[in-house]
Nanobody, 125 residues
């Protein structure tokens, strides 16, 4: 069993930056694909970014060039550095993990076995 706890959310002005962290316990993350999703009020949970156990990375088009996903296996933690934030980035951000492989499925919520409780990110205009 893997427990995921996100932190780092908050209120920031447009153009600002935040770094989200996802700390895992219960299992080592090194063998898992890790991802970030986000969900705005009244909308579906959308893919943001994913990183494989080998360091392969994928981003949603809406965040390319602004967000960076990284992992520190020694700390069992995954990060999401968010720069040039926009009001449309406002959402609850969730960390997710899966032991399955297959980069073609990274953007699907049903690909992931474990989810954190989410952290709120609010970007004011």
């Amino acid at each position: 069993q893997v427990q995921l706890v996100e932190s780092g959310g908050g209120l920031v002005q447009a153009g600002g930056s935040l770094r989200l962290s996802c700390a895992a316990s219960g299992r080592t993350l090194s063998n898992y694909v890790m991802a970030w999703f986000r969900q705005a009020p009244g909308k579906e949970r959308d893919f943001v970014a994913a990183i494989s156990r080998y360091g392969g990375i994928s981003y949603a088009d809406s965040v390319k060039g602004r967000f960076t996903i990284s992992r520190d296996n020694a700390k069992n933690t995954v990060y999401l550095q968010m720069n040039s934030l926009k009001p449309e980035d406002t959402a609850v951000y969730y960390c997710a993990a899966t032991a399955y492989s297959g980069s073609g499925y990274w953007a699907r919520t049903d690909f992931y076995n474990y989810w954190g409780q989410g952290t709120q990110v609010t970007v004011s205009s």
